[in-house]
């Protein structure tokens, strides 16, 4: 089995995984000044099982907390179930003050 290998288009403001060479799926964001929010996660239905959610999730949220410029507003409901799975990545998410 592959890995799953994922990037960041810019392009079109998403995080792709690919697996063997196909695009597996995606995760669709905006850039604000201080955040990137998640809004939208796809996997192609013949590639689910393998992971690629995950990778993605994994992968984007890597990239965001080495560049350290934004926290992450996770409405897409794959992403915030995912952040609750894996606690060491809740320090991401975005608290709004009065919270």
Known sequence: MSDVVVTDNPEKSRY???LDGELAG???YELHTSSIVFTHTEVDPAF???GVGSAIARASL???RAKGE???V???PFYKSWIEKHPDYADLVHHHQGD
């Open 74 to 76: 996770p409405v897409c």
């Open 70 to 72: 934004r926290d992450v």
């Open 16 to 18: 792709e995984a690919f």
């Open 48 to 50: 689910e099982g393998h």
């Open 26 to 28: 995606f995760a669709e």
């Open 62 to 64: 890597d990239e965001v």
